[in-house]
């Protein structure tokens, strides 16, 4: 006898936006709970007619955390349509999910494993009173932070790392060392922005950094963001900022 | 017998930020209908423990309609202490108005009457799929209209001139004429931008010249934005534009 023919695959990359504050989290949960994946993989299923499983995104975002251009990509046995979609996804999801481009990878593309460089942002502003119009989209810190001790501070962080400082407990990840390729504060009126692009991050740090970097500059936490990265305890680093600021900007490939 | 003594009073005038979304416009309803008006003048009776009426603003924004920069004032028989009583109405509306700013003006300053030049702004999305982080905040168009068409039309508004094409039937303006002090449109990304300086606005007026550049730009409607405005005829102008759109973003005073 011979071998069944193989099933014909084909993998798919979305590159989506979404509003975390509709979430709890991207990854998929127990039953009930609104995730980002779950969103997505039924609005995928609805239009389908059968259920999308798995699907990968290049990283895990907390719960509230946005995303201006997350990756993700599943498996199909038959190519559907792309256009039409991504336009019924935007629909079903709209307001929550928006399906920014999608096509067809190689079988080996793994949004998570195949992933080079990723860039995060993170929106604080220092006002009183508190926002009003970007409300649930930034984080308002009262205190004025000293923006020139945040850009050294930010400087600090370039390069191959131990990140132990800026890690979550629960973190998973094998090994607490990343690359980061470029750390950036700028200001724009009353908004701060933090930009990072690195080769992975772990849980939580880039909140973690967000939150040393305005403890540095108010003097609410003592040293250097280098000794602070030099001490590899999560204990020396400041609070993790909360995550309504953060915004997943793009993943790059090969 | 001689007259009673005079009532001292402050005229307080503060500038305020709001989220339109949260409201069924500025000017007070019946009651159970919360609007702009109707939660401030809550919060400043629920502060001071007495009610706070009437409340003066530049001008009336309509349901869903944001300001950066409205400007209300209001007596009272006492001078608060202005840092804590704003304070305390950006609290008691966290997230909806905030106070940017309070002082005590002249008695015969009116935000309304004594108001000089206002400045709107509004914010269209061209782009498919509809947008998600600034849902409920732009107006999202899925054609994309012609750029230059829309600067040339937007150009040929400034100046003084007869707006009743651009007027809302129900507007209880006297005088259809307005001065238009800049008109201008700019793109950054899929965004674009109407920003519009005038000594006042009929009803309606901003969102009916957003949609009329829209539809000139996509070619909807015929003419040019010269003839529409001659025909002083509301039939011949465009969509009135969305309110989730639209900011007032300052009013300035002599």
């Given at each position: 006898m011979s071998a069944p023919a193989p099933v014909p695959a084909y993998n798919i990359r979305f590159v989506i936006e979404y509003d975390g504050s509709h979430f709890h989290g991207w990854q998929l949960q127990k039953p009930g709970v609104r995730t980002g994946h779950s969103e997505l993989r039924r609005a995928l299923s609805l239009i389908l007619g059968n259920d999308v499983h798995p699907i990968h995104a290049s990283g895990r975002t907390d719960a509230g955390v946005?995303?201006?251009?997350?990756?993700?990509?599943?498996s199909l046995p038959f190519l559907p349509d792309l256009p039409k979609l991504?336009?019924?996804v935007s629909g079903i999801l709209r307001g929550k999910i928006a399906v920014l481009s999608a096509d067809v990878v190689p079988n080996d593309f793994h949004a998570r494993?195949?992933?080079?460089?990723?860039?995060?942002?993170?929106?604080i502003v220092?006002?009183?009173?508190?926002?009003v119009i970007d409300w649930g989209k930034v984080w308002h810190v009262?205190?004025?932070p000293n923006i020139?001790?945040?850009q050294s501070a930010a400087n600090a962080l370039v390069g191959e790392h131990d990140f132990s400082s800026f890690r979550a407990a629960g973190c998973s990840a094998n090994s607490p060392v990343r690359k980061i390729f470029e750390s950036r504060v700028t200001v724009k009126g009353a908004t701060i922005e933090y930009t990072v692009v690195g080769s992975g991050f772990l849980?939580?740090?880039?909140r973690i950094i967000v939150g040393t970097l305005v403890d540095l500059?108010?003097?609410?936490?003592?040293?250097?963001m280098q000794e602070i990265m030099d001490a590899r305890n999560r204990g020396r680093a400041g609070v993790t900022a909360p995550p309504q600021g953060l915004y997943l900007d793009w993943v790059e490939y090969p």
């Open positions: 946005h995303a201006r251009g997350q990756v993700v990509n599943f991504s336009f019924g494993d195949s992933a080079l460089r990723k860039q995060y942002s993170y929106q220092s006002r009183n009173p508190p926002p009262r205190r004025h020139e001790i945040m849980r939580n740090m880039v500059g108010t003097g609410t936490i003592p040293g250097s």
